[in-house]
């Protein structure tokens, strides 16, 4: 090229707009590739997960998330994972909720627990010892406990007993001064009240729909936590997690009690009936022995899940002991302190998620290879594995007849009186898609009931990561966590 050529070339005029679409088409494919390959946000509608995830109208709190979308190209879906799925009857809709069942297995909820078996398909599980109980990971399981609203007007109350009345008592401390005991609730048992795990600003704003099912079980899974300073002359701290005829009984010595006293956990039934799982008292002893030191402030954690009393202190876990599954969960704790002086802050009290079988369509599952079933952390509001059923109907417009997702005749089929030609049907397909006849010219009006409670593996898009979204000031809230 001669010197007069190239500096032609370098004068050549730009084009401006050419580089601005350039720039704009790589701006798209790379938002487009990110979206549907790598990570998509989504906005959370519902409660169906709380209070992993919320969504509420009345509050105005819808959690936004972001999803991976890679990790399941290289690797299969993880129990107790939040996942991201095509809705199975619906598959417009993206639906959010906590893988529980991973096929193949049985899988059956019973006394608000998860339970899994082995067992083939041919031949399913005959005796209690074919099932084990299902447990979360100690991450999961501490996102997913359900916060007891305490000392508020209208809601749990302590209840004084044995000389306890000198005893300070808020919503999140206690004093102890003096021999007493504290009992809660007062009356009756923990319950899985629809509130619960809401915080508190939040659930003063919340309006109970009707139809959702609260209060009605007793809830045995439960966790108590406190920051504890004991005082010199204190000789013990004692809680019982009561469960039906069981108490479970967590003793801490005192910085009076005798050098070689340690703390235990005994778990006993009343009832001493001979059929019964706990007919034998069950203890363990920490070694060796320890008291609680005088003055100092000690992080103190007992609680009973899953068939399983645990003890920690200072966020380790110091004692544990398996127990028989208890078909009775009226429960409630008791506080109890012997030569006074001890201070409990930071008090709160827990219970576990409680899934719902007795008002649901299933609640047992044999559940294929490469298939999932699928359930919401809240479980009272939440449609999920336990309830899906197909409906399927013949139309004129459709050779073969369609299917789709029976939600009752107010949602999906919709029936519309009036007009020249009569009632109007319209139902919404698998795809879908919405189709409308005359009521009269449809056939098959009775659903099928047939249950689909599993997703296939491809249906599943993505793993939940975070909350970025929203920051509510006015209720004290900003959602920012990850998801677990």
């Not at 109970?208 to 209060?215: D, E, F, L, T, V």
């Not at 100092?296 to 009393?309: S, T, W, Y």
């Amino acid at each position: 090229m001669s010197a007069v050529e190239a500096k032609a070339a370098e004068e050549k005029p730009r084009r401006p707009w050419r580089d601005n679409v350039e720039a704009v088409t790589m701006a798209i494919i790379v938002a487009v590739m990110l979206k549907y390959f790598l990570i998509e946000a989504y906005k959370i509608p519902t409660g169906s997960m709380q209070p992993t995830l919320m969504g509420n109208p009345e509050t105005g709190i819808f959690d936004r998330v972001l999803v991976d979308k890679l990790s399941y190209h290289y690797r299969a879906p993880k129990r107790f994972e939040v996942a991201v799925f095509k809705y199975p009857l619906d598959r417009s809709m993206n639906y959010i909720k906590r893988i529980a069942g991973v096929g193949p297995e049985w899988l059956r909820i019973e006394n608000g627990d998860l339970w899994r078996s082995d067992r083939p398909e041919n031949d399913p599980p005959r005796y209690e010892s074919d099932w084990e109980v299902l447990r979360r990971p100690k991450n999961v399981q501490a996102d997913t406990w359900k916060a007891l609203d305490v000392g508020a007007p209208g809601r749990l109350q302590w209840r004084r007993m044995d000389n306890a009345s000198a005893w300070e008592v808020s919503e999140d401390r206690i004093v102890a001064a003096g021999d007493g005991a504290l009992r809660l609730p007062s009356n009756s048992s923990f319950m899985d009240d629809f509130m619960d795990g809401y915080p508190r600003e939040v659930r003063e704003k919340l309006v109970k729909r009707r139809g959702i099912p609260s209060a009605n079980n007793p809830i045995g899974d439960l966790r108590f936590e406190a920051e504890v300073q004991a005082e010199a002359e204190c000789l013990e701290v004692v809680l019982e997690l009561r469960e039906g005829t069981r108490i479970y009984t967590f003793t801490l010595p005192g910085p009076a009690a005798p050098e070689n006293e340690t703390p235990s956990i005994l778990a006993r039934d009343l009832s001493r009936s001979a059929r019964s799982p706990l007919s034998r008292d069950r203890e363990v002893k920490l070694e060796p022995a320890w008291r609680l030191p005088a003055g100092a402030d000690i992080e103190l954690a007992v609680q009973n899940l899953d068939d399983r009393l645990a003890m920690e202190v200072d966020g380790e876990e110091v004692l544990s002991l398996e127990i028989p599954a208890a078909t009775d969960q009226t429960s409630n704790l008791q506080l109890s302190v012997r030569g006074g002086g001890v201070e409990f802050e930071a008090v709160e009290i827990y219970r576990d998620i409680y899934y719902l079988s007795d008002q649901v369509k299933v609640s047992q599952w044999y559940v294929d290879e490469d298939h999932y079933v699928m359930l919401g952390d809240n479980t009272q509001d939440s449609s999920d594995s336990r309830e899906w059923t197909l409906a399927r109907y013949h139309l004129p417009d459709v050779d073969g007849g369609v299917e789709g997702n029976y939600r009752g005749e107010e949602e999906n089929p919709q029936r519309v009186p009036g007009g020249e030609l009569g009632t109007m049907f319209f139902f919404r397909d698998e795809w879908g898609t919405r189709h409308a006849c005359l009521d009269s010219e449809r056939r098959n009006a009775v659903p099928t009931n047939q249950l689909r409670s599993q997703v296939p593996r491809e249906m599943i898009t993505g793993r939940a990561l975070i909350v970025f979204w929203p920051l509510k000031p006015s209720l004290k809230l900003w959602r920012l966590k990850w998801i677990r």
